[in-house]
């Protein structure tokens, strides 16, 4: 199926905060109480409508293990969204948010756009971490916050079609450049190369040819 724009994300944060069950409730719209821990990277993908444009968004799904922390680097580069994952239950996983934050910051495009996910909003009695807490993290940082629940889907969707939206309207405003796939963000066969908000037509650019 053609797209207008690919946009590649990673999901990072601590082992065992539910980033691989995240990624299977938006690809799959199913959740997996039990998942073997991600060895290096897994992948996802799903296409979604933004402004009328089919976007086809590439999820890299990253291990939590300081083991893994190197091949995880190498993936912050060509990514146009991050998904920053701690468990709201466990507040050991939302203390090492800043490491994390860091690390996505000195190897990503400065443009990257991150958002805040506090997971497992389902097991409210087992909470640790307020959502107020987790707000005042992403206002500081600079980034969209949202909590989430993998198991019963709450907010999934919304986490990473808004991460699109805002990656979306960057490319609007000229912030991203387009042309240049080391930002994570690829021209599909629906978008004019001359003119990123016409459509192509055909996926070859021919010269003198009138709308």
């Given at each position: 199926m053609s797209y207008a724009?690919?946009?590649?994300?990673?999901?990072?944060?601590?082992?065992?905060?539910?980033?691989?069950?995240l990624l299977l409730q938006f690809t799959d719209k199913r959740f997996q109480?039990?998942?073997d821990l991600t060895i290096g990277v897994e992948f996802?993908?799903?296409?979604?409508?933004?402004?009328?444009k089919q976007i086809k968004l590439q999820i890299w799904d990253t291990a939590g293990q300081e083991a893994f922390r190197s091949i995880t680097r190498s993936y912050y580069r060509g990514a146009a969204g991050a998904l920053l994952v701690y468990d709201i239950t466990r507040r050991d996983t939302f203390n090492h948010l800043t490491t994390w934050l860091e690390d996505a910051r000195q190897h990503s495009n400065s443009n990257m756009v991150i958002m805040l996910i506090g997971n497992k909003s389902d097991l409210e009695a087992k909470r640790e971490v307020k959502r107020e807490e987790g707000?005042?993290?992403?206002?500081?940082h600079n980034l969209i916050f949202m909590e989430t629940s993998a198991k019963t889907a709450a907010n999934v969707e919304d986490a990473f079609i808004n991460t699109a939206k805002e990656i979306y309207e960057k490319i609007q405003e000229g912030v991203f450049d387009i042309n240049n796939e080391a930002n994570g963000i690829k021209i599909g066969p629906q978008i004019s190369p001359t003119n990123p908000n016409l459509p192509a037509g055909n996926s070859r650019p021919q010269s003198g040819s009138c709308c």
């Open positions: 724009y690919l946009f590649k994300y990673i999901i990072i944060g601590d082992t065992g905060v539910g980033k691989s069950c109480p039990v998942h996802g993908a799903r296409m979604i409508t933004i402004d009328q707000e005042a993290f992403a206002r500081e």
